[in-house]
């Protein structure tokens, strides 16, 4: 029951997100997949392995962009770790250009929460956002973001929290000739009695070294859900490719800064992209 329910919450969300974009013109569309990895002791003693396959969806009208992420993950340890959702270190910022970026964004990277545990497999927590941009300037970007998780996830399985998220996120940004900088905080809501709400904050900077390619590092910060707990932070680096005009993959790997951090994940996404262009690189 509470499995459909969630069903029904993802595709009102999704009609609302369609009905939305409808009033404008739509000037890209976004598919990608992913293949993600990250393992750490999360503080305990033993090793949690995290296997996830993230489908991604985007559609950009005028200063707006929707995005939908599907997870599919499988959970290998002693307990304690559930995969983490895009903006668990305050990720899923927009990156190189903001809202008209080389790619959507810096592959994100999951830092578990820690609940309860078994080793499974399946659908994890679905999250939903919509992006505000705005150039200010020739330079300069502003992006403001809200998004909402869904639970989606079988919190038996340690597949998901078992709770709905908000997250409120802006990310500031600079474009110089060739590279960029930028910074992001936001705070998120979580729900749950147990679950206590945290601030994320984090900054970063990219280059583009050849015609098509991006690569970067940034840092990520944000506190635990569960109070008394170390918060979660890492550094991440990450590049992108340009393999046709349509069609882009994008690599990263990061390292835990904390304990409550993976010690090590890497990943990748292949990103197909319709009405494809780069007006920061006119």
Known sequence: MKFR?????????SASIVAGAGAASAQTVQIGVGAEYSTGTYGGTDETSIYEVPIT??????????????????????????????DDNGGDRSGPGGGDDEDDDPIENDL???????????????????????????????????????PTGDVAKDLGTGETDFTMLAEFGHDFDGAGIYAFGGYKFRGG??????????????????????????????????NGLDQSADLT??????????????????????????????????????DFRRPTED
């Open 112 to 150: 578990g929460e820690v609940i309860g545990g078994v080793n499974s497999s399946g659908l994890a927590d679905i999250s939903l956002s919509a992006t505000w941009s705005q150039s200010i300037g020739d330079d300069n970007y502003l992006d403001l973001t809200g998004r909402v998780t869904l």
């Open 57 to 86: 969806f985007r559609l950009r009208a005028g200063d707006w962009s929707f995005r939908a992420r599907v997870p599919f993950a499988s959970i290998e340890g002693p307990g304690g770790v559930v995969p983490g959702g895009p």
């Open 237 to 274: 680096a990450y590049s992108s490719f340009t393999l046709s005009p349509d069609w882009r993959i994008s690599l990263y790997a990061l390292t835990g800064l904390t304990d409550n951090a993976p010690d090590f994940g890497a990943g990748l996404r292949l990103t197909w992209r319709a």
């Open 5 to 13: 329910t969630s069903l029904s919450l993802v595709a009102l969300a």
């Open 193 to 226: 009695a147990t679950r206590e709400d945290g601030a994320q904050f984090g900054a970063g900077g990219y280059f583009r070294p050849l015609d098509g390619v991006v690569a970067g590092v940034d840092a990520g910060w944000s506190e635990s859900s569960i």
